[in-house]
């Protein structure tokens, strides 16, 4: 996922530029703590079970499950859960009243982001986490922005971005 500053203003677009051209570490830091914000709160509303439409997840499949029980080092042992994932995730030890998306805390803990002057991106960095997320992404729609987050994004940017530019203007004089 990207964050990128537009605006359909040309004179915004313009200022923008500048900004980028005159300060770019400025920008730069802004889009990074305006990415670090937006994965806050993919965390927060994903462990409210919530997506980013503001709406709940469907709930865990209740179809038959066939799913290997032994932990990773042994060897394989295989159950069937007639109630599904829900069971499954009982069986586990971990809750299945609400749709989390955490099993282990490794997948949404994996989430980070990298920042330049022009866009940050908020990204997984492992591989097998990655391709977890693009699974669950599928069924819920958790990593994304709601259109009822999009107005608070852009006040921290401008919030960062006019605390930074103070700081960097004092120590200028």
Sequence with gaps: MKITVEDNSLQVARNFEKQVREQPLIVKTALGRTAEFLMGLIKQRTARGINADGNAFPPYSTKPYFFNITPRAGS??????????KEYRNFMGKQSNKVDLNFSGNMLSNITQKSTPTQAIIYFANKFENTKALGNQKKRKFFAIGQKEQQPIVNVFMKEYNKLSKIWANEKI
């Design 76 to 85: 394989p042992t295989y159950k069937t859960f007639e109630g599904g994932y």
